[in-house]
């Protein structure tokens, strides 16, 4: 009998010693130094720029997957409660990404700080007709913006604001710092594009895409937007056999031979256009609303832009 009595305080004493250690590392969990600011950003471009911004400061989740469509991707339960856990939402805005925005609203009204990058650079606004946009979004912004260099380096500057401001335990220096460095290779860029398209002569330069997502490019780089296979900004929208109809004609006009097509939608459409004009178009793929895993051709931001530079000068010289 004493046995067992014996045993039975020495299990009793053993649990409560290990609900003691169990309870203190939860307790040091909860309050101790693995708790690191976090800073939330919804598609992998931006979160590629914010990632360079923010350095070791703070975490950086990103919640659009490599190869994605910042139009039609979705969250999981998990990740729409990272953003209302968030110290700080980076968004692109302007309707971009059409089924997220609702939650990075839940997160504002709960009281995280939120930023979106694409209003505060300079929106352009898509233009009526098929020279330069789609007719039911004409006046509407354009939420494209990362394909002018300039404007990239406008909101990473104001990234880098927004994570000083309201993300606690960074260090400013260190943020600042870091901008610097990458407003320099985003310079950097800038004049090698305009290098790069120099090389394209002005009957040349017009361009023609899957769907409007250069306009930005067109207006500081100097090209015409002739049409889009989808005549819509976003990829959601579906084309109509009159559509194909007047943007062939269109190209014929322009003498236009080359389709730009994104790498993370599929080329089909592109492809019937082709057929439409007899088959003697070239369709050029390019990583234009989402980076690629790394070392997949556009791992980051600026290997991205390098990458489609190159793809266009080529693809509208023929060389």
Known sequence: MSVRVGAARIRAALVTLISFFVLAAATGCAGGD??????????????????EIVGDEADVSVLMKPNADPHSFGLSAVQAAELENADLVVYNGLG?????????EAARESGVATFAAGEAADPLTFHTGRDGGPDDEAGEPDPHFWTDPDRVRKAAGL??????????????????????????????????????FAAVPENRR???????????????????????????????????????????????????????ADSSQPTK?????????????????????????????????????????????EGLTGA
């Open 34 to 51: 693995d708790e690191r600011p976090r800073v939330v950003v919804t598609t992998n471009i931006l979160g590629d720029i914010t990632r």
């Open 96 to 104: 971009l990404e059409e089924n997220v925005l609702r939650h990075v």
């Open 159 to 196: 990234i880098a604001d927004q994570v000083t401001e309201h993300v606690d335990g960074v260090n400013e220096k260190a943020v600042r710092a870091n901008a610097a460095r990458y407003d320099g290779q985003l310079a950097d860029l800038t004049t090698w594009m305009e290098k790069s």
């Open 206 to 260: 017009a361009l023609v895409t899957n769907h409007h997502v250069f306009g930005y490019l067109a207006d500081r780089f100097g090209f015409r937007v002739i049409g889009a296979v989808i005549p819509s900004g976003t990829t959601l929208a579906s084309p109509s056999s009159s559509d194909l109809r007047s943007l062939t004609q269109a190209m014929e006009k322009a003498g236009v031979r080359t389709v730009f």
């Open 269 to 313: 459409l592109a492809e019937v256009l082709r057929q439409e004009m007899g088959g003697d178009v070239d369709v050029v793929s390019l990583y234009s609303e989402s980076l690629t895993e790394k070392g997949k051709g556009a791992g980051t931001y600026l290997e991205m832009m390098r990458a489609n530079t190159s793809a266009m000068a």
